[in-house]
């Protein structure tokens, strides 16, 4: 009884001795580092392939388990990738030996007797507002997720001073996964190309590198952003074309006199569109 307390204790502690342990899933070196990271906000630039639904299915299931009356929510583009991720939980929560109770039980969701819940939910920014003090969200393949939805999540964390990690094979130059990921904040940034990943052969990446042409093959598992296709001008030549030391335009008129683009020209400004007074 005392080794049991002891194990279970050490369980709670590391989830990585939990997913070796406990589930037979012996992580990735990145993984493990991943399963014990203390950082609240985490963004994993992935190769397809590369094991990231694994290990978030194994952080969201050691989280219900040793964290009671946990609130994970699984934030996916579809409803089939949900259904897909929310598989591999349940695969995981089989494995238990001693398994506990599940007072609800659905394609999508899971609630534990220890009060955790897990809910798997397709990108819907108007369904997901009804949660509150959320405890740790996992959006996978955030590339793809609308910006609203995650605009629309990041509150739910207020409360609960919770845990958020974006997962993602890149998409192009766009959206708040490739914003997060080159934006001056304090995201612990993990990046796993294919050459890092032990599964993936150098003979596979080669075959594949010339069936996909460079732009697919660089951005599906060598982790880069690439310029969007339906892009006029690339993003750095915009980027580029911004200034701190141009003067404005058109004067800032303060106090009420102040209007915004979508207001009317304040009167210094009028008369360079219709011919003066």
């Not at 949900?82 to 039980?105: G, N």
Request: net charge negative; glycine share 4%; aromatic share 10%.
């Amino acid at each position: 009884m005392q080794e049991e307390i002891v194990n279970d204790l050490r369980y709670a502690l590391s989830p990585v001795a939990f997913s070796c342990e406990v589930l037979g899933v012996t992580p990735d070196p990145w993984q493990a580092e991943v399963m014990m990271s203390p950082v609240k906000r985490i963004l994993l630039n992935c190769s397809r392939q590369s094991g990231k639904s694994t290990s978030s299915a194994i952080i969201a299931l050691h989280q219900a388990l040793y964290y009671p009356d946990s609130l994970i929510l699984l934030i996916s583009p579809s409803l089939r990738q949900s259904s897909e991720l929310f598989k591999k939980v349940q695969a995981f929560y089989k494995m238990l030996a001693d398994r506990p109770k599940l007072p609800e039980d659905n394609k999508l969701s899971m609630a534990l007797d220890n009060g955790s819940r897990i809910v798997s939910l397709p990108s819907s920014e108007a369904n997901i507002r009804g949660f509150s003090a959320v405890n740790l969200v996992i959006e996978d393949e955030a590339s793809r997720v609308p910006d609203d939805l995650y605009r629309a999540t990041r509150p739910m964390l207020a409360v609960s001073s919770g845990k958020i990690m974006l997962m993602s094979t890149p998409w192009g130059k766009r959206g708040h996964f490739f914003q997060e990921w080159t934006g001056n904040n304090e995201w612990e940034r993990i990046e796993i190309p294919a050459t890092k990943c032990p599964r993936i052969s150098p003979e596979f990446l080669e075959e594949e590198r010339q069936a996909l042409g460079d732009w697919w093959y660089q951005q599906e598992y060598m982790c880069q952003f690439m310029e969007t296709t339906d892009s006029l001008f690339q993003y750095d030549t915009i980027m580029a074309a911004f200034s701190d030391e141009v003067k404005p335009l058109f004067p800032v008129v303060s106090g009420s006199r102040q209007y915004n683009h979508s207001s009317v020209l304040t009167d210094e400004v009028q008369p360079l569109f219709i011919g003066g007074k």
